[in-house]
């Protein structure tokens, strides 16, 4: 296993386009987190899975923010409607259960909203 | 509620000297404490954590960080700075108990003069 992998890397969108991300986690982790980077910024959370179980989403940004983790592996994370305000690096990390553990990050996806 | 203060915003030192990077953190409980490093587009890497028992943790690439309860800090330190060692640097609590969510702090970013 090579880590948690983001796809893709890189994304453009024109304003008011839906987009979708996906994270591929470490193979034996049954938790995993979304956050959103701006530029200066730390990682902010967004929300996270403990294998399919959708655990806390209160902090998505908006109604037009999702995520899904449909059998408990990879996850996705769609923004509909995109707007410019929305341009960030989108991180997924993936850890083992609560506890003493630490939490594995992807390189993440940088999205440009044009 | 946990969350993380990093009072730098920039640091910037010579190469070879000391440095010494602040991380203030609020949290009722005993917490999880983290340091990561950033490259520039690159997601993040773990340089150390500290979970229990020893308050001086080593990491890799020749940091190491402090516990200090009564100051409620963790500090990031190191002997020799060399020039590869310029990036972005979080700190994150971690809550011990509850639904343990990585909490970051807004990242100091270092400066290696040659």
């Known amino acids: 296993d090579t880590g948690v992998s983001q796809n893709p890397r890189h994304k453009i969108t024109k304003r008011g386009q839906n987009v979708t991300f996906r994270c591929d986690p470490i193979?034996?982790?049954?938790?995993l987190y979304w956050y959103r980077q701006t530029l200066g910024q730390g990682p902010e959370f967004l929300t996270y899975?403990?294998?399919?179980?959708?655990?806390?989403k209160s902090r998505l940004l908006s109604d037009r923010f999702s995520a899904e983790r449909p059998k408990g592996s990879f996850s996705t994370l769609e923004i509909q409607r995109t707007e410019q305000g929305d341009s960030a690096m989108y991180l997924c990390a993936s850890s083992l259960e609560q506890g003493a553990t630490e939490a594995f990050f992807g390189q993440g996806t940088r999205l440009t909203v044009v | 509620a946990q969350s993380v203060t990093q009072p730098d915003i920039h640091i910037t030192v010579s190469e070879g000297a000391s440095l010494e990077l602040r991380c203030n953190y609020s949290?009722?409980?005993?917490?999880?404490l983290f340091w990561y490093v950033q490259s520039p587009g690159q997601g993040l890497q773990l340089l150390l954590k500290?979970?229990?028992?020893?308050?001086l943790v080593q990491g890799i690439k020749g940091f190491e960080a402090e516990f200090k309860r009564s100051q409620s800090s963790f500090n990031l330190r190191k002997p020799s700075v060399h020039w590869s060692d310029a990036a972005e640097y979080f700190c994150a609590v971690g809550a011990s108990g509850g639904s343990y969510i990585p909490t970051f702090g807004r990242g100091t970013s270092l400066i290696v003069h040659p």
């Open positions: 500290y979970f229990s028992g020893d308050t």
């Open positions: 949290y009722g409980a005993t917490p999880y």
């Open positions: 899975f403990q294998n399919e179980a959708q655990l806390e």
């Open positions: 193979s034996e982790h049954n938790r």
